[in-house]
């Protein structure tokens, strides 16, 4: 888990998105705002309905955190893409500020972990 390789072949990163549409939103969410964003998966991890919907629960056009790993604050915009996919994955879960976007199938309100995330994303490829 040391280095990341891209996907290079649009068909993968489309099939890829196919894959984990089918199994969870919450996973395939992930992915989208993963390839759109280009945040590390700590960061991915760590993002609240709050940080990228505003009080009324609609999806903002960009997303200012500050990163866990250089402390530096990062503005990102939400392309097409990763805005449709908040919307949608905000219709399933329902607005609530205080939660996780990725919250772990185990109740409360963590997020999943990174080595989760990994396996998940791994078996999707």
């Known amino acids: 888990m040391n280095t990341v390789e891209p996907i290079g072949d649009l068909g993968k990163i489309e099939a890829m998105k196919k894959i984990l549409?089918?199994?969870n939103v919450r996973d395939w969410l992930l992915f989208i705002l993963g390839i759109n964003s280009a945040l590390r998966v700590s960061d991915l991890l760590r993002l609240k309905q709050s940080d990228v919907c505003d009080e009324r629960g609609r999806v903002l056009d960009a997303v200012?955190?500050?990163e866990r790993k250089t402390g530096?604050?990062?503005l990102f915009l939400?392309?097409?893409s990763a805005r449709r996919?908040?919307?949608e994955y905000?219709?399933?879960?329902g607005h609530n500020p205080d939660k996780?976007?990725?919250r772990s199938g185990?109740?409360?309100n963590k997020s999943i972990c990174r080595m989760q995330a990994w396996e998940l994303l791994k078996n999707a490829a």
């Open 21 to 23: 549409r089918g199994q």
């Open 64 to 66: 200012c955190i500050r």
């Open 72 to 74: 530096k604050e990062k």
């Open 78 to 80: 939400l392309n097409k």
């Open 85 to 87: 996919a908040l919307e």
């Open 90 to 93: 905000m219709r399933a879960v």
């Open 100 to 102: 996780h976007l990725f």
């Open 106 to 108: 185990k109740g409360g």
